[in-house]
């Protein structure tokens, strides 16, 4: 997803991002989807692709609220914040 970024080729990062979550969720890991949501929700954000991410928060929040690490809640709350501040959000 970063190398991706990097390049500004975010359709690409955001896919490869989508990939990792699904192997993550199929591999039983909770934590990683959840870190690897919120960093695709950030990326979105960046690239002003605000469409996505409430649903990637949402999951996010949920594997946050399932396993408890209180550093996964506090970045997804941070990026819901984020998501408040665009113009084109919608209020979630």
């Known amino acids: 997803m970063l190398a991706h970024a990097g ?8 896919a490869s991002a989508q990939d990792a979550i ?3 969720a199929e591999s ?3 934590i990683e989807p959840g870190r690897t949501l919120v960093a695709a929700a950030a990326l979105a954000l960046d690239a002003d692709r605000p469409a996505a ?6 999951r996010a929040a949920l594997l946050a609220e399932r396993c408890g690490p209180a550093r996964l809640a506090a970045d997804v709350a941070a990026q819901y ?3 408040a501040a665009k113009p084109s ?3 979630h």
């Open 7 to 14: 390049r500004a080729d975010f359709d690409r990062a955001l």
């Open 22 to 24: 699904d192997d993550f």
């Open 28 to 30: 039983g890991d909770r």
């Open 53 to 58: 991410v409430p649903g990637r928060l949402d």
């Open 81 to 83: 914040v984020r998501l």
């Open 89 to 91: 959000a919608s209020p």
